[in-house]
T-cell receptor
Framework: DGGITQSPKYLFRKEGQNVTLSCEQNLNHDAMYWYRQDPGQGLRLIYYSQIVNDFQKGDIAEGYSVSREKKESFPLTVTSAQKNPTAFYLC?????????????FGDGTRLSIL | KQEVTQIPAALSVPEGENLVLNCSFTDSAIYNLQWFRQDPGKGLTSLLLIQSSQREQTSGRLNASLDKSSGRSTLYIAASQPGDSATYLCAVTPLAQGGSEKLVFGKGTKLTVNP
C-alpha cells in the first residue's frame, strides 16, 4: 500500500539533545512538508521541499533542520535550540509542486521532553 | 497575511442530524480550499478539495461549498453518525507569489456525534 510512514510514533528528548524524526513516502510525490501541531491549534509549517536537495523554511523554522537527499525521505531534526519542542509533528506530501491535489499525511510523531 | 477561522471550535449533535461546519478566510485570492478530517492521535485525511473556479464538491454524505468572494466555505454532513466524530480542519492554498505551494490551516472544529 502506498503511503507516508513516520517513525517513531513517540519520542522523548533530553535537555540539550538533538533528535531526528523520520518521514518516508512511497507515493512518488515530489513535494514533502513538515508541520507542527499544538493542542487546540491548527497546523504550522516548519519546512517544505519541492525537489531533492532543495528545501524552504516555513513559518516556524527556527530550532529545526531538514535534509532531502532522496525523493522518498524528508527527515526533520529538532535541535537543542528549539526551546519548546513538545508537540505533535506531522509529515505530508503531494504530487507536483503546486497544491492542486489533496495533500497526504502520515500518522505523526509525538515528541515530549524528559 | 491569509488567516483561516473555523467556528465553532467544538460541536456536539445527536446521531442522524444534518450539520454544517463553517470556515472563513481573510484573502479571497486562493488557489483552492481543502477540508480534512483528523482522528485523535492520527494524521489528516483529505475529504474534499474545491478549486477556486468551483462552487461545490460532493463525496457521499459530505458536501463542501465555496464562496470565494465572501471568503467562506461550508462542509455539510448529512445524516451524521457516531463514526463521523473527529476534528475537521479547513485549509486554503494562497494564490500569491511563492504561496501556491503552501497550505494555511484553520484550528479545526471538533465534532462529537452522540448515539
Amino acid at each position: 500500500d502506498g503511503g507516508i510512514t513516520q517513525s517513531p510514533k513517540y519520542l522523548f528528548r533530553k535537555e540539550g539533545q538533538n533528535v531526528t524524526l523520520s518521514c518516508e513516502q512511497n507515493l512518488n510525490h515530489d513535494a514533502m512538508y513538515w508541520y507542527r501541531q499544538d493542542p487546540g491549534q491548527g497546523l504550522r509549517l516548519i519546512y517544505y521541499s519541492q525537489i531533492v536537495n532543495d528545501f524552504q523554511k516555513g513559518d516556524i523554522a527556527e530550532g529545526y533542520s531538514v535534509s532531502r537527499e532522496k525523493k522518498e525521505s524528508f527527515p526533520l531534526t529538532v535541535t537543542s535550540a528549539q526551546k519548546n519542542p513538545t508537540a505533535f509533528y506531522l509529515c505530508a506530501s503531494n504530487f507536483g509542486t503546486v497544491l492542486n491535489q489533496p495533500q497526504h499525511f502520515g500518522d505523526g510523531t509525538r515528541l515530549s521532553i524528559l | 497575511k491569509q488567516e483561516v477561522t473555523q467556528i465553532p471550535a467544538a460541536l456536539s449533535v445527536p446521531e442522524g442530524e444534518n450539520l454544517v461546519l463553517n470556515c472563513s478566510f481573510t484573502d479571497s485570492a486562493i488557489y483552492n480550499l481543502q477540508w480534512f478530517r483528523q482522528d485523535p492521535g492520527k494524521g489528516l485525511t483529505s475529504l474534499l478539495l474545491i478549486q477556486s473556479s468551483q462552487r461545490e464538491q460532493t463525496s457521499g454524505r459530505l458536501n463542501a461549498s465555496l464562496d470565494k468572494s465572501s471568503g467562506r466555505s461550508t462542509l455539510y454532513i448529512a445524516a451524521s453518525q457516531p463514526g463521523d466524530s473527529a476534528t475537521y480542519l479547513c485549509a486554503v492554498t494562497p494564490l500569491a507569489q511563492g504561496g501556491s505551494e503552501k497550505l494555511v490551516f484553520g484550528k479545526g472544529t471538533k465534532l462529537t456525534v452522540n448515539p
